[in-house]
């Protein structure tokens, strides 16, 4: 369904190619999947109002397990930590522009939080990391692109060691069970 301007829906901007860079990048699946908890959880303006122990709760896993999930995420700037139990989401990554929430008499309000605003506001607290402040997936483009080459090191071992055991040995090709028969006449 469509939002008018009396019935409007919540959205969010998600960037694509930070969807592509968390999938190459990410090999576990719960930092994945707490990725697109957080994303799904999020409020206007990006706040996420989860608890380790909610969240914990949501994915069937131990809190510690969350815990470790989401300081690798942090780690990378997607999330920060705001006041407890408040995560916010780097806008550039995921953003919820807008709600529609409920008011304490009962009625309903549309809540809207520009994505530039909260960028500023990011971008001026100088508490927060800089890769918070400002954001870039190049150093996760980096580590994919270390990954791909370590696992293509790997592969060239494991083919140069296969075929160190398909070689004849003193010229000869020696069949399988050959030397076990040898050394028993």
Same mark, same amino acid.
């Given at each position: 369904m469509y939002s008018s301007e009396d019935n409007p829906n919540a959205f969010a901007l998600d960037s694509l190619e930070f969807f $592509?860079? =968390? !999938?190459?990048?990410?090999?576990?699946? $719960? @930092?994945?999947?707490l990725i697109f908890l957080l994303i799904a959880c999020? %409020?206007?303006?990006? %706040? =996420?109002? *989860?608890t380790?122990?909610?969240? #914990?709760? &949501? *994915?069937? &896993? !131990? %809190?510690?397990a969350v815990n470790e999930a989401l300081q690798e995420i942090m780690t990378h700037g997607i999330v920060f930590k705001r006041p407890r139990g408040v995560y916010q989401f780097n806008p550039p990554y995921s953003y919820r522009i807008g709600e529609l929430v409920r008011t304490?008499?009962?009625?309903?309000?549309?809540?809207?939080?520009?994505?530039? /605003?909260? *960028?500023? /506001? &990011?971008?001026? +607290?100088? !508490? $927060? @990391? +800089? $890769?918070?402040?400002? @954001?870039s997936l190049d150093h996760l483009r980096r580590a994919v692109e270390e990954m791909r080459a370590?696992?293509?090191?790997r592969r060239t071992e494991r083919k140069k060691a296969r075929r160190a055991a398909e070689e004849p040995v003193d010229g *000869?090709?020696?069949? @399988?069970? #050959?030397?076990e028969e040898g050394m028993a006449q």
């Amino acid at each position: 369904m469509y939002s008018s301007e009396d019935n409007p829906n919540a959205f969010a901007l998600d960037s694509l190619e930070f969807f $592509l860079v =968390i !999938s190459q990048y990410f090999r576990e699946a $719960l @930092p994945l999947r707490l990725i697109f908890l957080l994303i799904a959880c999020q %409020r206007a303006g990006g %706040r =996420i109002e *989860l608890t380790q122990e909610e969240m #914990a709760k &949501v *994915l069937d &896993v !131990s %809190r510690q397990a969350v815990n470790e999930a989401l300081q690798e995420i942090m780690t990378h700037g997607i999330v920060f930590k705001r006041p407890r139990g408040v995560y916010q989401f780097n806008p550039p990554y995921s953003y919820r522009i807008g709600e529609l929430v409920r008011t304490m008499d009962g009625g309903k309000k549309y809540v809207r939080v520009e994505q530039d /605003e909260v *960028l500023n /506001e &990011v971008r001026r +607290d100088t !508490s $927060l @990391p +800089d $890769l918070v402040r400002f @954001p870039s997936l190049d150093h996760l483009r980096r580590a994919v692109e270390e990954m791909r080459a370590e696992r293509a090191e790997r592969r060239t071992e494991r083919k140069k060691a296969r075929r160190a055991a398909e070689e004849p040995v003193d010229g *000869l090709w020696e069949l @399988p069970g #050959a030397a076990e028969e040898g050394m028993a006449q």
